[in-house]
Nanobody, 125 residues
Framework: QVQLVESGGGLVQAGDSLTLSCTAT????????LGWFRKAPGTEREFVAT????????YYADSVKGRFTISRDNAKNTVYLQMNSLQPEDTAVYYC??????????????????WGQGTQVTVSS
C-alpha cells in the first residue's frame, strides 16, 4: 500500500516562503499524477496544484498562480510545493495527492488513489 508522507509545514509571517515535500513510500508508476490540495477550518478541501508524470501538464488554482510552484522528482518519488509571498488566507492543512489519472482530472479531485496525512501551514499577518 502506497503511503504519502508530507513535510515542510510550519508557522511563517506574511510575505515569507515555505516549501512542502511529499514522498511516496513506494515507486509510483508513470501514469500517476501528483498534486496538492488544502483545507482551511470551516471550508471544503480545495485544489492548489497538480503535475503530470512527464511534468508537461501543470495546473494551478487562480488563488496561488504566480506565487506557488509545483515540481516533482520521479527518481525520488517526491513532489514539492514552493510557496512564495504567503498570505494569511493561505493558512490551511495541505494534503498531497496521487492518482492514476491526468493532472487535469486530479485537479478536479477525481480519481485520487492516495492522500497524505496533511501538514499544517499557518501564515500570520
Amino acid at each position: 500500500q502506497v503511503q504519502l508522507v508530507e513535510s515542510g509545514g510550519g508557522l511563517v509571517q506574511a510575505g515569507d516562503s515555505l516549501t512542502l515535500s511529499c514522498t511516496a513510500t513506494e515507486h509510483l508508476f508513470s501514469s500517476y499524477a501528483l498534486g496538492w490540495f488544502r483545507k482551511a477550518p470551516g471550508t471544503e478541501r480545495e485544489f492548489v496544484a497538480t503535475i503530470s508524470w512527464s511534468r508537461s501538464y501543470i495546473y494551478y488554482a487562480d488563488s496561488v498562480k504566480g506565487r506557488f510552484t509545483i515540481s516533482r522528482d520521479n527518481a525520488k518519488n517526491t513532489v514539492y510545493l514552493q510557496m512564495n509571498s504567503l498570505q494569511p488566507e493561505d493558512t490551511a492543512v495541505y494534503y498531497c495527492a496521487a492518482g492514476a489519472t491526468t493532472a487535469r482530472k486530479l485537479s478536479l479531485g477525481a480519481a485520487c488513489d492516495y492522500w497524505g496525512q496533511g501538514t499544517q501551514v499557518t501564515v500570520s499577518s
